[in-house]
């Protein structure tokens, strides 16, 4: 049973918070929640062409059964086959300053942007020399195998919503989209967990089709500084504390299209 598998067979029950008491209160998800999906339009678009580095806004996606097109084909991968990430697990290997490090599309082969400033795309010795240098380590920039790159699901989306949520929750952090890394973020009105009432629900998002299948879980890379964010770790704990470690939700693509930034995101 692979992580999907057991976090589906758990009934999850979300806590919505009483942001003036900080005190979280258990009920029941209210299905009529998810139409107020009508509301919910694209404001930004992101790729990450490479695992756990920064990635790259975009106006306009293909997507497809394995998620967006181009997004994390590719990872940093050690002498062991572990991943880079911000934790270490039996598949990932902690890689400090990743967010030091940014990936955007190039045709076959992605450009990674390092530290001074230089532009290598993915397959250049000089890339793989830098991150082995970096991390003392064989390390190297290496394709997707038969081990998919993505966490959980081909999607995250996560919605402004949310986000106006966890700030008011959290005054004292500089709650900011970029900390969650959304593939699809949605402009919602409001202050609220909204999308966690769409659990398993259909949407048509530009010419695609999507199903929503679970919450994003968390992890410590939403604490990790990155550009002008500082360094939070206030973050993910309030978000265990408050939502159980999630925020946002997970989708699969069930009909391939084309989404742009403005699309609506429309209930079926």
Not at 65 to 85: L, Q
Not at 159 to 169: G, K
Not at 226 to 248: M, T, Y
Request: net charge positive; proline share 5%; glycine share 8%.
């Amino acid at each position: 049973m692979n992580r999907w598998q057991q976090r589906r067979s758990r009934q999850v029950v979300p806590v919505f918070v009483n942001v003036r008491s900080g005190f979280g209160e258990r009920r029941r998800r209210d299905p009529g929640r998810r139409l107020t999906a009508w509301a919910a339009r694209v404001l930004e678009l992101w790729r990450y062409p490479v695992k756990s580095l920064l990635g790259e806004p975009l106006d306009e996606i293909e997507v497809d059964g394995r998620g967006v097109v181009g997004d994390r084909v590719f990872a940093v991968t050690d002498r062991d086959g572990k991943i880079g990430s911000g934790k270490t697990t039996r598949r990932f290997r902690c890689l400090q300053g990743l967010f030091e490090l940014r990936a955007r599309s190039g045709g076959e082969r992605a450009i990674v942007t390092v530290p001074d400033g230089r532009e290598l795309r993915v397959g250049d010795p000089r890339l793989d020399s830098f991150l082995s240098e970096r991390y003392g380590d064989d390390v190297r920039v290496l394709a997707e195998s038969s081990v998919r790159h993505h966490d959980a699901a081909p999607l995250h989306l996560l919605t402004t919503a949310s986000l106006r949520w966890l700030q008011a929750a959290l005054p004292l952090s500089l709650i900011d989209r970029r900390r969650f890394r959304p593939n699809i973020l949605l402009n919602v009105p409001g202050s609220d967990l909204v999308e966690d009432g769409w659990l398993g629900a259909r949407f048509r998002l530009g010419t695609a089709v999507i199903r929503i299948l679970d919450r994003s879980e968390r992890c410590v890379m939403a604490t990790n500084a990155q550009d002008d964010l500082p360094n939070d770790p206030a973050i993910l704990r309030g978000v265990a504390k408050l939502n159980e470690s999630c925020l946002g939700v997970y989708a699969a693509v069930e009909t391939p299209g084309h989404v742009r930034v403005g699309a609506l995101l429309r209930p079926l």
